[in-house]
Structures are given as C-alpha cells and as structure tokens.
C-alpha cells in the first residue's frame, strides 16, 4: 500500500504569508494526486486535481506541484478563510489520504 | 446546484447492519461514479468505496471488503452502502462523493452518522 505522509502536522503562519504545505508518496505516483480543503464542521472541499490543476471556482492563490514522490500545495497569500485542514489523495495505485496538516493562523 | 443528502445513520451494536442512502440532484446522477469517504471522531479521511456510472466497476478498501457492498439505482438518483458486521472502528462520518475512478472528487455530502457501540 502507498502511504502518504503530509508535513507539517500543524502549522501557524499570518494573513498576507506565503504558506507551503507537503505531501510525500511512499512511491512514486505519476501526479495522480488531489489536494482538499476542510474546514471545521464541514465536508472536504476538491481545490487541485492531478497534482496542479485548480477546480473551478477555487481562489488562484491555491496552486500545486511536484512529480514523483513530492507533491506541495502552496497558498500565495494566506487570507483568514483558508483556515482548514488540508489533505493530499492518491490514487495511483489503490486510494490513500494523508493525514492531513492544520493550518491555523498566528 | 449540485447537491448530495447522506441518511440511514445512527446508533447499531457491534456485528449488526445497517444502510445508508445517499440521493444526488442537480446533475445527470447515472453519468458519474461514486464514492463513500469516512471520517472517523476527530481523525483524517479514508476512502471505503467506489462505484462506477454503470455498476461495472466496484472497488472496495481492504478495511470494508467482504463487509461493505456499494451499489446505486440510477432510475431513483440514489447510490447506497450496505454495511453488515459493523465494528467499533467503523464508527465514523460517512460522505458520499461524486467522482469518477476515486479520483476528482468535486462534490461531496454533509455526511451521515455511523456509531458502533454495544
């Protein structure tokens, strides 16, 4: 089975910062990978679908990349409703979530 | 507007069933595979299950196969999770999600309850 292991676990950063997230394959997995938002209490939300296409209706400041076993989502300017818990999927071979970084503002 | 409404949760005793609905509008329901997700108290996510548009390809996670069987009616805009053999470690929040091949998943429910406990 793949893992995937998403770091940090938690991380804090302020309004305006440019905020990077990690998301790494215990193989490679050929880009089949999404990135979803959840915020508290609500069902996840899809923001980039293979590795770095943004969904519609997704704010451009959401962008992804990576190939291999390294993937990032990366949120340019952080805004106080991108407060959330953030979630890299593969789906190269079978179908894992990490276990998710919080991000939180500082 | 897309929308998807998960029902048929609740309270069951370990080693029992149960089955959830979940019914789709807002779009051509019989064009999508989909997929049910859980989210157990306080934890990430796990996918459990994927049924293609036409019922052809059913995939399972290796926590739920044997025990778990997915299924949809297309005639009533609705996909289904029969559960049989719950455990306590099936307790969890249950979404259903649209998304072809588990991959993609752009529309996703409220989510349904699921308490295995004695």
Redesign the interface.
């Known amino acids: 089975d793949i893992q995937m292991t998403q770091s940090p676990p938690v991380l804090s950063a302020s309004v305006g910062d440019r905020v990077t997230l990690s998301c790494k394959a215990s193989q490679n997995i050929n880009k089949?990978l999404?990135w979803?938002q959840?915020k508290h209490g609500e069902?996840?939300?899809?923001l980039i679908?293979?590795t770095n296409n943004l969904?519609t209706g997704i704010p451009s400041r959401f962008s992804g990349s990576g190939s291999g076993t390294d993937y990032t989502l990366t949120i340019s300017s952080l805004q106080p409703e991108d407060v959330a818990t953030y979630?890299c999927?593969q789906?190269n071979s079978g179908?894992?979530?990490?276990?998710?970084t919080k991000l939180e503002l500082k | 507007e897309v929308q998807l409404v998960e029902s048929g949760g609740g309270l069951v005793q370990p080693g029992r069933s149960l089955k959830l609905s979940c019914v789709a509008s807002g779009f051509t329901f019989s064009n999508y595979g989909m997929n049910w997700i859980r989210q157990a108290p306080g934890k990430g996510l796990e996918w459990v299950a994927y049924i293609s548009s036409g019922s052809s390809y059913i995939y399972y996670a290796e926590t739920v196969k044997g025990r778990f069987t997915i299924s949809r009616d297309n005639a009533k805009n609705t996909l289904y999770l029969q559960m049989t053999s719950l455990r306590s470690e099936d307790t969890a929040l249950y979404y259903c999600a649209r998304g072809a091949v588990a991959r993609v998943m752009d529309a996703w429910g409220q989510g349904a309850s699921v308490t295995v406990s004695s």
């Open positions: 089949n999404d979803y959840q069902a996840p939300k899809l679908y293979y969904q979630y999927y789906y179908y894992t979530f990490g276990a998710g």
